[in-house]
């Protein structure tokens, strides 16, 4: 009897545990949204209004969608025009290529830096994550979404790519904006099933 008590007491620990995990996981996805529902509200040139930030919708927090990827840095990077929406095209520069696994398939993705903003001393780390998958046009916005990341993410050739973070461009909400449309190497022949959905709204004032 003491034996088993003894083992009732570890299974019970290791759920509590593993529940505590997911939890503190979960709610970081929770602030990740809150700051991200804020910005639209701080942001002048914000499609959105503090009202339409009700209209946003997630898939909930998945941790699947959480990889972590090998950077394969690309040696020779020369600057290339990336197509925009609004027809006008923006130079950015590649900076790696991520490999990672995601449901026992392994996918790459191509890593960017957009050669203005490497000029600014505030945003000289930031990369930039274009991509499109499977949910667009269902469930998902058609022109792709964006992961945000930073030169200081990767340690030891490694990063983590989280599409739980994974967000709309302002292009999904209202026209008249340049937002970046996802190079044909960076399609995803997967579904995406984390991160932001379709916006709940039809029209925007």
């Given at each position: ?29 929770a602030i990740f ?11 002048a040139r914000s ?26 840095v690309v040696s ?130």
């Amino acid at each position: 009897m003491k034996n088993f008590l003894t083992f009732l007491a570890c299974i019970l620990a290791i759920c509590t545990e593993t529940s505590a995990q997911k939890k503190t996981y979960n709610d970081s996805i929770a602030i990740f949204r809150k700051h991200y529902k804020e910005d639209f509200i701080k942001e002048a040139r914000s499609p959105l209004k503090g009202k339409d930030t009700g209209f946003l919708r997630f898939y909930a927090p998945n941790k699947e969608y959480r990889v972590q990827a090998t950077l394969l840095v690309v040696s020779e990077n020369p600057d290339f025009d990336m197509e925009t929406h609004s027809g006008k095209k923006q130079v950015y520069r590649s900076f790696g290529v991520a490999v990672f696994t995601l449901k026992g398939i392994e996918y790459r993705l191509n890593i960017y830096q957009n050669v203005s903003l490497m000029q600014q001393e505030e945003h000289k780390n930031h990369l930039f994550l274009p991509f499109n998958d499977l949910t667009n046009y269902e469930t998902t916005y058609a022109g792709g979404r964006y992961i945000d990341l930073s030169i200081a993410d990767i340690q030891n050739g490694k990063l983590v790519i989280d599409f739980n973070k994974c967000y709309n461009p302002y292009c999904a909400f209202k026209e008249g904006y340049s937002c970046p449309i996802p190079p044909a190497e960076n399609r995803l022949q997967v579904r995406i099933e984390a991160g932001e959905k379709l916006f709940g709204k039809k029209t925007i004032e």
